[in-house]
């Protein structure tokens, strides 16, 4: 498929197609939910209905996100394109501020303004669990985005990180020739998607590659100048280096800044994670090496699509028996094959 497939001129509407996809998925993902919540009782879950049941004529949901940045505003974007095709729900984003303690304070003004449903990247999986809790309890379902949280909830939507960190590592040992010093640019501690993509890609290396170094480990707060700066430092002292690992696009990004500029991109394999545009059309210039990517717009669609089954249901989170788990298919993209993603998937 290339970027014109998806153009008006076919009469095929990518982006709608991909929202009818997401709500028909995501109703097979909570379809056991509901089963096993009316299951339990006759008085639970009843479905919406034009007839005048119980439904509720509004909803209000909102998007509690660590900070703006690439993936972030792709979520909103499709949690806000499947929330505006329902026509009564008040849809509200929402900025963490890259702070726990922010998220803590959103989370709990949510829950006492009595919202249907929250969607959450949490900044601290461990951090936000008592609140969490706390709209569990309020009957509030919670569905959290690509970061999980150690309180279990509604439902979790992400990529498979863990194995797709051990496909970066796999890709990354062949191209430095299998050995060498590596360093991995890292989020903070206490967010699960940063111990699945860092374990994920140590294991995988060490699986493969056992003669390829971790040589250092640091924490550039998922940011690209931070990122930029960490790796000034670690290339100071020690200029062998042959690979990096951002975990996020932005990290790697900020690598290939200062590999530039210090002329010495030639010299490094540099992989990231997410797969936002900048980052494709990095590689498309010769500069990352490459990234894990996903469609995060359909992420948006899937997560939302989920709540608004289970608010539109009547589904209380008290009832939620399970937290449900999805998958988001992702590809390892490099120069050989980034072009394969259309301009109308580039988020």
């Not at 339990?40 to 879950?45: D, E, N, P, R």
């Not at 540099?270 to 992420?299: M, P, R």
């Not at 608004?308 to 028996?321: F, H, Q, R, T, Y």
Request: charged fraction near 15%; proline fraction near 4%.
């Amino acid at each position: 498929m290339t970027a014109t497939d998806d153009s008006p001129a076919t009469g095929f509407d990518r982006r709608r197609f991909l929202g009818v996809s997401a709500t028909i998925g995501a109703a097979a993902l909570v379809s056991p939910l509901l089963g096993a919540c009316t299951s339990k009782s006759k008085t639970a879950a009843k479905p919406a209905a034009a007839s005048g049941g119980t439904a509720k004529s509004h909803y209000k949901m909102v998007w509690i996100q660590i900070q703006p940045q690439a993936t972030s505003t792709a979520w909103g974007q499709g949690l806000q394109e499947i929330a505006a095709q329902q026509k009564n729900i008040d849809f509200q984003l929402l900025d963490g501020q890259n702070s726990a303690a922010t998220q803590i304070n959103l989370m709990n003004t949510a829950i006492a303004g009595g919202v249907d449903v929250i969607f959450l990247q949490p900044a601290d999986s461990v951090g936000l669990a008592p609140s969490i809790k706390k709209a569990k309890a309020a009957g509030i379902p919670v569905i959290t985005l690509n970061i999980d949280a150690t309180e279990t909830h509604a439902a979790h939507v992400e990529m498979n990180h863990y194995y797709g960190a051990q496909d970066i590592a796999a890709k990354m040992g062949a191209a430095i020739g299998g050995s060498g010093d590596v360093v991995i640019i890292n989020a903070p501690p206490g967010i699960t998607i940063r111990d699945l993509r860092t374990n994920g890609f140590v294991d995988g290396m060490k699986a493969k590659y056992p003669n390829v170094k971790i040589a250092a480990d640091q924490n550039a707060n998922w940011d690209r100048k931070t990122a930029g700066d960490v790796f000034s430092a670690m290339w100071a002292a020690n200029p062998n280096i042959k690979g990096v690992y951002g975990v996020n696009d932005d990290m790697a990004l900020g690598v290939v800044d200062v590999a530039k500029a210090k002329g010495i991109l030639s010299k490094l394999t540099i992989f990231g994670n997410d797969g936002e545009k900048a980052a494709l059309t990095s590689i498309e210039a010769g500069e990352l090496t490459g990234t894990q990517y996903t469609d995060v717009w359909q992420q948006g669609r899937f997560a939302a699509s989920a709540g608004i089954v289970l608010a539109s249901g009547g589904v209380s989170a008290k009832d939620v028996p399970d937290q449900g788990h999805l998958l988001m298919p992702y590809s390892i993209l490099t120069k050989d094959n980034v072009a394969t993603i259309p301009a109308s998937a580039r988020w």
